[in-house]
């Protein structure tokens, strides 16, 4: 299905083996991959038969093809210009970073040499945002003019077997916190509605958690469109949480992550239609290694390339400004 490619995954953590486990079953050719932590590398080369690295330059010098970038955020920058500088194609966890610093050279750089940015907002390929995308590109409930997301879940459940107090996620120095860790709910409420022109925030550590970044931040946001969101954003409550909620003009459409359903209210019918999606995990990341795949294999472009992905980062540096100085931001 796919050309045979050389794909270098640096940082085998939890993102890193699901994605190697998903090129394996695509087929896509040879897999490598580097970590610091040596016993994570034994554990992913028994496990999937694939080559390993302690030394990320003795990965380079297999001259990959493309590399996925599956570090803490403050390494992202610097592995992925390294990348670009051997010719390979890269797909970079999000967020693509945690400050602006060189993002715009690794663009303008990858644009010069015609290689691919995409950058891991996975949720674009959720079956269920999909289908919200469709209601709203149809017009199904008119012009949007609220909406409401949400993500929580209790940090130390999200690596069952890590201590959470060494993740990136509770680590202000490796790029961490909740604003950064879930803007996936930025990248899809702005492909749903359109661009966010301003900002208001509180946020904070409130809990108990080890942790030295805001554990939750609620946030307001003014859309281009004049439509008024909100984000509700937590790694402390005990459930897990993710939903979303878009008003329009003819009607409502909601969509809730751990039930696999979308709803569609239509005023016009004054009763709610109920759609089941996709419940395997899964099938969002498989889609997402396929998109690029077919990126590097010419055949469509980037849904989220590195721009995007910086327009996404500046929202969430908004965010956090506004909630230090506790003022409303435009953008």
């Known amino acids: 299905m796919y050309k045979p490619l050389k794909i270098f995954v640096i940082g085998c953590g939890s993102i890193g083996e699901r994605h190697i486990k998903n090129l394996k079953s695509l087929s896509t050719g040879n897999i490598l991959t580097q970590d610091i932590n040596s016993g ?14 302690e030394d990320i330059e003795d990965g380079f010098d297999q001259k990959p093809d493309a ?21 390979a194609h890269v797909f970079i966890e ?46 199904v409930i008119g012009n949007v003019l609220s909406a409401k997301a949400e993500f929580g879940q209790y940090l130390p459940d999200w690596r069952p077997g890590q201590d959470y107090r060494m993740g990136y996620s509770a680590n202000k120095e490796l790029g961490g916190g909740i604003i950064l860790d879930a803007s996936h709910e930025i990248d899809y409420l702005q492909w749903l509605i359109g661009n966010i022109k301003k900002v208001a925030c509180f946020a904070g550590k409130i809990s108990n958690l080890d942790v030295n970044v805001e554990d939750t931040a609620e946030i307001l946001l ?9 984000i509700h954003l937590d790694f402390t409550q005990r459930n897990y949480s993710r939903n979303c909620k878009l008003i329009g003009e003819k009607g409502t459409i909601t969509w809730d992550y751990s039930d696999k359903i979308v709803k569609l209210y239509l005023a016009s019918e ?8 996709t419940a395997d995990a899964n099938h969002m990341y498989v889609q997402e290694m396929k998109h690029f795949l077919e990126c590097i294999n010419g055949k ?29 931001i435009s953008i």
């Open 222 to 230: 003014k859309f281009e469109n004049n439509a008024i969101g909100g």
């Open 94 to 139: 999000k967020p693509i970073s945690h400050n602006l610093e060189k993002v715009d050279e690794l663009i303008s750089k990858a644009e010069s040499k015609k290689l691919n940015v995409l950058v891991g907002y996975n949720l674009r390929f959720h079956s269920g945002i999909q289908l919200m995308k469709k209601m709203i590109d149809e017009g």
């Open 300 to 328: 469509t472009k980037p849904l989220i390339d590195a721009s995007i992905a910086k327009n996404v980062l500046e929202i969430a540096l908004t965010i956090k400004e506004s909630s230090k100085k506790n003022a409303a």
């Open 40 to 53: 994570q590398l034994s554990l992913v080369k028994e496990k999937y038969n694939i080559e390993t690295y």
């Open 67 to 87: 590399v996925l970038v599956c570090t803490p955020p403050t390494m992202h920058i610097p592995i992925a210009m390294k990348a670009v500088d051997h010719n």
């Open 270 to 277: 004054k009763k709610w239609k109920s759609f089941p999606v």
